[in-house]
C-alpha cells in the first residue's frame, strides 16, 4: 500500500517554524502505522531541498499524463 502527499504548503506568516516538517513526520507515521510501505511526496521544483534534505525524501523517477 502506498500513501501520497501532494503541494504542502504553509502560509507565509507561518513558515520556517517547522510546520511543514512535522506535518509531514506525522504523515509519515501515521502512513506507517497504516500499514504503506511507501510515502510519496510530489512537489513544484522549488521545494526540493525541504524535502530531500529536511524531510529525508529521495529522488525517484516518475511518470505524469495529463488528462484532457
Not at 25 to 50: I, K, M, N, Y
Amino acid at each position: 500500500m502506498h500513501a501520497f502527499i501532494e503541494d504542502t504548503l504553509a502560509a507565509r506568516s507561518a513558515r520556517r517554524q517547522g510546520i511543514g516538517k512535522k506535518l509531514l513526520s506525522v504523515a509519515t507515521e501515521q502512513s506507517r502505522e497504516a500499514g504503506c510501505e511507501w510515502l510519496h511526496v510530489d512537489f513544484d521544483d522549488h521545494p526540493e531541498s525541504f524535502y530531500f534534505d529536511s524531510c529525508g525524501f529521495r529522488p525517484t523517477n516518475a511518470g505524469l499524463i495529463q488528462l484532457p
